[in-house]
Nanobody
Framework: QVQLVESGGGSVQAGGTLRLSCEAS??????MAWFRQAPGKEREGVAA???????QYSDFAKGRLTISRDNAKHSLYLQMNSLKPEDTGVYYC??????????????????WGQGTQVTVSS
């Protein structure tokens, strides 16, 4: 059973930055990703990274949010710049030990962290 623990959330003003971290209990292969869920909305994919370094981003994330990973530390990161109030939500780390499926589709992932809250005020 893989365990994922997120950290780094918080409250910032619009235009600010945050860096989220996700530490896995073991090394990983396949896809790792960040999702987010705003109140009253469905969970949506933010960015995903394959174990060879390939990435996929949702349109709203391109140019502002950057996903990265450190395999030696079993960790995934999300650097968030130029934050907007609409970025507010709970951010989740997810993992699927698979090379199939859509990287930004929540239903494809097997393991989830508990989430970390991001609040951006205007």
């Amino acid at each position: 059973q893989v365990q994922l623990v997120e950290s780094g959330g918080g409250s910032v003003q619009a235009g600010g930055t945050l860096r989220l971290s996700c530490e896995a209990s073991q090394n990983f292969y396949g896809w790792m990703a960040w999702f987010r869920q705003a109140p009253g909305k469905e969970r949506e994919g933010v960015a995903a990274m394959f174990d060879n370094g390939d990435t996929q981003y949702s349109d709203f994330a391109k140019g502002r949010l950057t996903i990265s990973r450190d395999n030696a530390k079993h960790s995934l990161y999300l650097q968030m710049n130029s934050l907007k109030p609409e970025d507010t939500g709970v951010y989740y780390c997810a993992y699927k030990p698979s090379y199939s499926g859509r990287p930004l589709e929540a239903a494809a992932y097997n393991y989830w962290g508990q989430g970390t809250q991001v609040t951006v005020s205007s």
